[in-house]
């Protein structure tokens, strides 16, 4: 019998974890972050105690109550009882793209549960885990022990070995050998603690099972839509996917590779399923970039945009080379196009036309940022370099960049804000609070109000499909189910697919059979 449980990301955008069982094999599609609802009830200074352990994510139904995926330990202390079910034994987790919404939540799984994803999406991920605040979870499982009641990860200056030990990671496409001697580096005193585990290959079928992997487009590299074999039929799984940058036709061919499996089911994305089309592409936002070069040739420009939309970052990257300005990346974009390149992208880090900023008293401190600055010390730059030249730069700035805007001494800069318009009031308060500053300091904001994929001609365009592209996807495909996910909107897929399939809206924790 084949059954589908959505555990998360029904009716809400992201946190997609989602079950699917066929006789002897079980697998997760995603196991990601639901982060809206986690900022409903938290916030920078209510967090969950994680060093309490699991109990209180299962009580805020931020994890799925579902036994024997999780590291035992953290169930010890606090008994959480109200099991909805028990796994036995999980088969790996199909990864569909290494955003947090989708792999946020592996950290919590128990660390025997492999990986399956594409080499970019595992790359990426091990650089998010080594630059991130936390260097355990994702690729990397540390030890704990408990203390007072609390969890604490064992320190790396332990004398007891092994203190952490890597999650198998098994990769869909790419030859992993060029990738073992970064996927394995730690640095030495650690790794002579860690159970290393080089990156392994999948040879098309878990347990059995044939499972597909198909590249799409989205913003951000090494996502894939996965079909997977069952008792029923394929079912096919599309994750997170546009038709407007570079591998738009990786998305059509994956449409023509799925119609062709005939699947049972398809659970889809429907994140814009209510919304239409610019029709604009990150082609018109890299000319619009362009444009602001040409028109402010003799200012400082700053560009913000998601520091995982690699594509995006390399297009800005040729516009400062077309318009003969430097590109300044700060070390953990640096570190995630460094990880990009090892996946086998080609990236023209060493030809002059990028820099890596050097913060204002910061020198390297842990161990990712000093084997960065080895490999690429030479291209540090501070801001007293750029304040002598600023028409010369092009910087790459988030939020949390801002103070250093007062070292850079500019008077006159132009910021452009690459994203779509602030939609909590979290995000509306910061965005205030970034005007302001850009105020102090005499900047130029583009666009210059509203939504920069709303402006004429866009700063930004979605990495979601609109509706009539979904509506594309679903003609294409034509399953026998439809099963809506990752979308605030499921009525709708109800009243636009019910004459092409039958739609299954699913409800959390409940199985669907097929
Ligand atoms: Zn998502
Ligand atoms: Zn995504």
Known sequence: MTRITVWDGANCVGGNKILLQDR????????????????????????????????ELFVMGLLPPV???????????????????????????????????????????????????????????????????????????????????????LAWNRKETPLATFRPVHVVDGDPEPMQSFWTQLPEERHTKCDVRPLQQLNGSVNGHRVRFFPIDHSIPGAGAWAVETEAGWVVYTG??????????????????????????????????????????????????SELLKHHAHRLVV???????????????????ENGRQLVVNPKDLYLLHAWRISGRELPLEDGSLRLYQGVGKPPADAWEKSLHQHYGDLCITAQDIARSPQDYLLCFGYFDLNELPYLKVSDGVWIQSFSEPMTEEQRVDDARLNRWLQRFGFTRYPTRGDADEETVPLHVSGH?????????????????LIPVHTPAPATFLERFSGICEVVIPEIGKEIVL
């Open 465 to 481: 499909a609109s509706g009539e592209e979904l509506a594309h996807v679903v003609e294409t495909i034509r399953p026998r189910k």
């Open 67 to 153: 036994r024997g995926i999780y590291h035992e330990r953290f169930l010890q202390d606090y008994l959480f009882d109200e099991w909805q079910a028990h796994l036995d034994g999980v088969d790996g987790v199909l990864l569909s793209h290494a955003h947090c919404d989708h792999a946020g939540d592996l950290q919590y799984l128990r660390e025997d549960i492999p990986l399956i994803c594409s080499a970019e999406s595992a790359l990426l991920l091990r650089a998010l885990q080594d630059s991130g605040r936390e260097d355990s979870g994702t690729i990397l499982v540390r030890r704990f022990e408990q203390k007072n009641g609390e969890f604490q990860t």
């Open 303 to 321: 560009a913000n945009f998601s520091m995982t939309h690699l594509e995006r970052l390399q297009r800005v990257w040729q516009c400062a080379r």
């Open 240 to 289: 997170d996917l546009r038709f407007r940058g570079e591998r738009r036709h990786l998305t059509e061919h994956f449409l023509q590779e799925a119609a062709r499996l005939q699947p049972v089911a398809l659970l889809m994305e429907g994140t814009r399923v209510d919304r239409a089309g610019s029709g604009y592409t990150e082609d018109d936002v890299q000319a619009r970039f």
């Open 24 to 55: 002897d094999v079980s697998l997760w599609l995603d196991f990601g972050q639901n982060l809206n609802r986690l900022m409903d009830y938290y916030e920078e200074f209510i967090k969950p105690q994680r060093s309490r352990g699991l109990y």
